[in-house]
Structures are given as structure tokens and as C-alpha cells.
């Protein structure tokens, strides 16, 4: 088993930034990709950026790109989704996830094996 830990949400105004940590323990060799989703009230959980543990290869959604980028600190085992000039629109509840598998469609949430309780961002406008 792998649990997942994430912290950094929060309230922040259109414009600003904001550093969202994911921990994992337990069982982390078992992991091949971290992932974050968002979901926001009303909407399905959508695909937001994913890491490869092994190389760092990373994934982005198109409306994220450019404004957010994913890390990994393997020695830490935690991944990190650095958001900047964030908008209204990026409003949601933001939840860690691990994949323990290959082959499998890593922007789909149904891929993925262990969540995180997830932490609120808020941005004003």
C-alpha cells in the first residue's frame, strides 16, 4: 500500500502562485507516475499534470501548460505542482495520485491505484 499526503492549497488572488506538495510513504518502489487532478464543484475529476518517478518525463493538460509544472524529489518521495499566474478557473479541490502500472492511460483518474485526501485552492478574482 501507498499513502498519499498532500499540502499547499489555500486562498490566493488571480495572478499569484501557489506550491502544492504530495508525500508518499509506504510502498513507493511500487509506483511508476504520480499524477494531480482537480475537481471542482459541479465537474468530473479532470487530468491536471503527471511525473514519471524513474526519468521525470512529465505530462501536462493544455490549459495548465506553461503556468504549472510538476516535480519529484525522489529522495523526499514527493512530488510537488509549482502553480503560477493562476486563474478563477483553476478553482477546485486538488488531489495526488499514484499509479502502480504500466500501459495504462495515465490522464484517466480510473488508472490510477492510491489518492490523496486532496487539499482546496481557492483563487479570487
Known amino acids: 500500500q501507498v499513502q498519499l499526503v498532500e499540502s499547499g492549497g489555500g486562498l490566493v488572488q488571480a495572478g499569484g502562485s501557489l506550491r502544492l506538495s504530495c508525500a508518499a510513504s509506504?510502498?513507493?518502489?511500487?509506483?511508476?507516475?504520480m499524477g494531480w487532478f482537480r475537481q471542482a464543484p459541479g465537474k468530473e475529476r479532470e487530468f491536471v499534470a503527471a511525473i514519471r518517478w524513474s526519468d521525470g518525463s512529465t505530462y501536462y493538460v493544455d490549459p495548465v501548460k506553461g503556468r504549472f509544472t510538476i516535480s519529484r524529489d525522489n529522495a523526499k518521495n514527493t512530488v510537488y505542482l509549482q502553480m503560477n499566474s493562476l486563474k478563477p478557473e483553476d478553482t477546485a479541490v486538488y488531489y495526488c495520485a499514484g499509479l502502480g502500472r504500466v500501459g495504462v492511460n495515465l490522464y484517466s483518474s480510473t488508472a490510477y491505484d492510491y489518492w490523496g485526501q486532496g487539499t482546496q485552492v481557492t483563487v479570487s478574482s
Open positions: 509506504g510502498r513507493t518502489f511500487s509506483l511508476y507516475y
